[in-house]
């Protein structure tokens, strides 16, 4: 299985900066496709964006200009720079991988794995 830890989340100030990383373990896997979701208080938990292998990047129209979002692929570690946050904003920040394990030098069918997330909070 992979495992997704996040980290870097915690309490800024509105219009401040956060940077969120996301590391993937457990195993031999490759992953093709990650990415970041959040869930507010009371919502669903909602896309933010992917990065495919070749490092594209899409976002949803909410965060564009201010959120970036990057990959190490040599580390399996994915990067989400936050800025000029809004106390909208705030939310528990999740990531996750598109990957398949290899098994017995054969590839697996892919899944999506999720990561426990952190909390972000933008407030005064």
């Known amino acids: 299985q992979v495992r997704l830890e996040e980290s870097g989340g915690g309490l800024v100030e509105p219009g401040g900066s956060l940077r969120l990383s996301c590391a993937a373990s457990g195993g031999l896997f490759s992953i093709y496709t990650m990415g970041w979701y959040r869930q507010a208080p009371g919502q669903s938990r909602a896309l933010i964006g992917t990065?495919?292998?070749?490092?594209?990047?899409k976002y949803v129209d909410s965060v564009k200009g201010r959120f970036t979002i990057s990959r190490d692929i040599g580390k399996h570690m994915v990067f989400l720079e936050m800025h000029s946050l809004r106390p909208e904003d705030t939310a528990v920040y999740s990531c996750?991988?598109?990957?398949?394990?290899?098994?017995?030098?054969?590839?697996?069918?892919?899944?999506?794995?999720w990561g426990q997330g952190t909390q972000v909070t933008v407030s005064a």
């Open positions: 996750y991988a598109e990957a398949s394990m290899i098994v017995g030098a054969q590839a697996q069918p892919p899944r999506n794995y």
């Open positions: 990065i495919n292998n070749s490092g594209d990047a």
